[in-house]
């Protein structure tokens, strides 16, 4: 199965929040006694300037800490009280961030909702006392200025980014099912205007520091220096600290003015937004787009519109406390819960269990360049690797090499990359029709066709001709890895490497190991996962692996509901409306009706009846009249190039109508629907967790949301049971299985969790 098409906002669930990851170091100045037991926020006076540098010594980022805060306070009562100041310039010292964000385990260590409001607005007059400093403060921005970050900046008078591809700011608290919390939701339709502050604090995107320029986020620009006597990133900060100290001079002398001229077009803007009725527009339409993408599921969104609509309706006395209010409320709620669950699960996810790799991997060889094999070239070949691109025919490796091309030409015209580096990146991919340059290969993945004989074929062709180091990996997303492995001379060095289609979208690898995998492969694997910039989960070997064994029973159970009569456009909707990306019949064109098949023929065979519920028959029907899904234009929708809206395939009806099934009333209502669905696939994905395929249940949260579209905003399978309750799970299972058999039959661990409710998946 070549895997499982983007879905949607998982895309945006990305590692770039408040991280918190051990390790760097930090400077301090000889000012004042008071300053030597300060960890994190030191300064120095240069003339009239304070130099406030902040650098969390226990940390790859900066984040507002408890500390930080303290520090903060400190610092700024010190500079204010001091008459030989008189302004400031707040830098970070640490290469690549300003400040991230919060410090997610300090809003976790609240008991209450009231202990995190109270946090919220300590935060917020924290930087009330910034913006009305006495002395001007200029923010000097390098690297990610995210959440409490930008919160921060906006609240100095003055902010200088560097045009460096690092600096980005953004607030994107809502990615953790939050808001921005001290000031944010407040002070960016000021600065920014109304419809930029819905779409940052809503979608929670980056912004380039050029764009910020543009939207009024940023004053002014610096570009970064090149290498010198120090590294590029330390004459950049010290560059830019000399900048930030002659602008906030420049404040003080009146040389620079903070207020600033608004253009025709913001004037004009400003003018239409001055009508209520333009407003009340405004609200009514971010609002209906919020409940079309959310289904209503996810909080955040909700109460960021109201957080600012309140503050421009009814004044910043009554949106400040709005904002620090749900803020609290927020926090406490399940759907945060499962957010930041799955962010701590992609931290966990984003590292090297199993050490470092006796040899890095510098080439990386990949067999067939299909829609897979050039997606996995992509996400290699730019990352200091040399790529080798093999196919069987000259058609064949030309369209995958244009595929290469096309994702890096739509960076270019994006403006992420120049054409200069553009061209350097694809000079290191080179395009074969033979084995020639695999003997310098340190990896070779196959992403040939799912037959077992030809994967036969090329393992035993690519271990004639490659080094003794060389790990050979399968994209397979079913075929157990040791029966490819058994065609081997040295089974340590196999492996599963299982990517998810689009693969330069989709942030998930499932990696596959036997019990004859050496741990020093899987290392390497992982090395080289990491280096792609997935998220990696380990699972060992078995028919489907993880992903795509909870899938199996997932289309059957749709099967069998298009055979009750249950029509695509509901079943789309009822598990879209559960919290599904994608909606199931969607999923089953996106995956294609020819790779279900094959996935239930081979977990049928491997997992006997349980695996039953539709007829398998259905699928392969589709599949002899042309109807593949989206590939071939035609599955359980039409699909028409230019056209988002998709019909439903009239001749299916009559395939349905063939194999149709008499629905028992008793557990065929829209919610029944919804439960038949997501019970079978939290069953077999607690089953894999019982049964040894799992390491632990956080991996398991990651691959179903990240690599098959569970829920984000119910965390995963496994922090679903803990919230819904095993025992309440494990009562609707019974009565559909009393109705299907053991297709819903619960497993012992589910059980064991049913009897005892002290029993958690996560604590």
Not at 34 to 40: D, G, P, Q
Not at 154 to 159: K, P, V
Not at 295 to 322: D, R, V
Request: hydrophobic content about 40%; some cysteine.
């Amino acid at each position: 199965m070549a895997g499982i098409r983007a879905l949607g906002v998982l895309s945006r669930l990305t590692l770039r929040r408040y991280s918190v990851i051990t390790g760097s170091t930090f400077r301090t100045f000889s000012v004042a006694p008071a300053m030597l037991a300060r960890t994190h926020v030191n300064y120095e006076v240069k003339d009239d300037v304070a130099v406030v540098r902040i650098n969390d010594p226990n940390s790859k980022v900066n984040t507002l800490s408890i500390q930080m805060q303290k520090e903060m306070a400190e610092v700024m009562n010190e500079v204010w009280a001091n008459n030989a100041v008189q302004s400031a310039v707040l830098i970070s010292s640490k290469p690549g961030c300003f400040i991230a964000g919060a410090d997610i385990n300090m809003i976790q260590a609240c008991n209450s909702e009231e202990e995190v409001t109270k946090l919220s607005q300590e935060g917020q007059k924290m930087f009330d006392l910034i913006e009305k400093s006495p002395k001007p403060i200029v923010a000097a921005i390098n690297g990610s200025c995210l959440g409490g970050g930008l919160e921060f900046a906006i609240a100095c008078q003055y902010r200088i980014a560097t045009k460096s591809k690092k600096t980005v700011l953004g607030t994107p608290e809502v990615m953790l099912g939050l808001l921005p919390g001290a000031g944010g939701t407040q002070r960016l339709p000021k600065i920014v205007g109304l419809s930029n502050a819905f779409d940052m604090a809503l979608t929670g995107r980056n912004i380039r520091a050029d764009k910020a320029k543009k939207m009024g986020l940023v004053d002014q620009l610096v570009a970064p220096l090149g290498p010198g006597l120090k590294s590029p990133e330390e004459r950049t900060i010290d560059y830019l600290e000399e900048v930030a100290i002659e602008c906030a001079r420049g404040i003080v002398n009146k040389k620079i003015s903070l207020r600033k001229e608004k253009g025709m077009m913001q004037k004009l803007q400003d003018y239409v937004m001055s009508f209520e009725i333009v407003r009340k527009k405004v609200y009514s339409t971010v609002h209906g787009k919020v409940m079309k993408q959310t289904k209503g599921l996810y909080p955040a969104p909700l109460k960021i519109i109201e957080c600012i609509k309140t503050g421009i309706e009814q004044g910043p006395t009554s949106g400040y406390l709005a904002e620090s209010q749900n803020f609290g409320h927020l926090a406490r709620t399940s759907e945060s819960a499962a957010l930041i669950g799955l962010y701590h699960g992609q931290v966990a996810c984003k590292k090297n269990r199993f050490g470092t790799p006796q040899k890095e991997v510098k080439t990386l060889a990949i067999l067939g360049a299909g829609l897979m094999g050039a997606g996995i070239a992509q996400v290699t070949v730019d990352k200091g690797v040399h790529t080798i691109l093999k196919d069987t025919t000259v058609a064949g490796l030309a369209r995958g090499e244009q595929q290469v091309y096309k994702g890096f030409n739509d960076k270019t015209k994006r403006k992420n990359i120049t054409s200069f580096e553009r061209d350097s990146i694809l000079s290191s991919l080179s395009g074969k029709l033979d084995y020639s340059g695999f003997d310098k290969a340190d990896m070779v993945i196959e992403a040939v066709f799912e037959d077992i004989n030809i994967k036969h074929a090329v393992l035993k062709e690519v271990e004639a001709v490659v080094s003794p180091h060389c790990i050979f990996a399968s994209n397979t997303s079913a075929l157990p890895i040791k029966d490819i492995a058994a065609a081997s001379k040295r089974p340590d060095k196999v492996i599963g490497m299982h990517y998810f289609s689009p693969v330069d979208k989709m942030q998930l690898l499932e990696i596959i190991s036997t019990d004859k995998t050496s741990n020093d492969t899987i290392a390497s694997a992982v090395a080289v996962g990491l280096k792609q910039g997935k998220v990696i989960i380990v699972v060992k070997d078995g028919p489907g692996f993880y992903t795509t064994r909870c899938l199996g029973p997932v289309l059957s159970e749709v099967v069998r509901l298009f055979q009750e009569g249950v029509d695509p456009k509901k079943v789309d909707a009822l598990t879209t409306n559960f919290g599904f990306p994608v909606g199931a019949a969607t999923l089953i064109d996106e995956v294609g009706v020819d790779v279900a098949a094959h996935v239930a023929e081979d977990l049928g065979k491997a997992f006997g009846s349980r695996f039953g519920g539709g007829n398998a028959n259905v699928l392969t029907t589709m599949v002899d009249m042309g109807f593949k899904g989206r590939k071939s234009g035609k599955g359980c929708y039409i699909y028409q190039p230019g056209l988002k809206v998709k019909d439903v395939n009239p001749d299916i009806g009559e395939i349905f109508q063939k194999y149709r099934l008499t629905p028992n009333p008793a557990v065929s209502s829209d919610t029944d629907i919804q439960y038949r669905v997501i019970t079978r696939f939290v069953n077999e994905a607690v089953l894999c967790l019982q049964e040894g395929v799992l390491n632990n249940p956080l991996e398991g949260d990651i691959g179903a949301v990240f690599g098959l579209g569970f829920p984000p905003c119910l965390g995963g399978p496994f922090r679903f049971v803990d919230r819904y309750g095993a025992d309440k799970l494990v009562e609707k299972m019974r009565q559909f299985e009393a109705v299907y058999g053991n297709h819903f039959t619960p497993c012992q661990l589910l059980l064991d969790h049913a009897k005892d409710s002290s029993k958690k998946f996560h604590k």
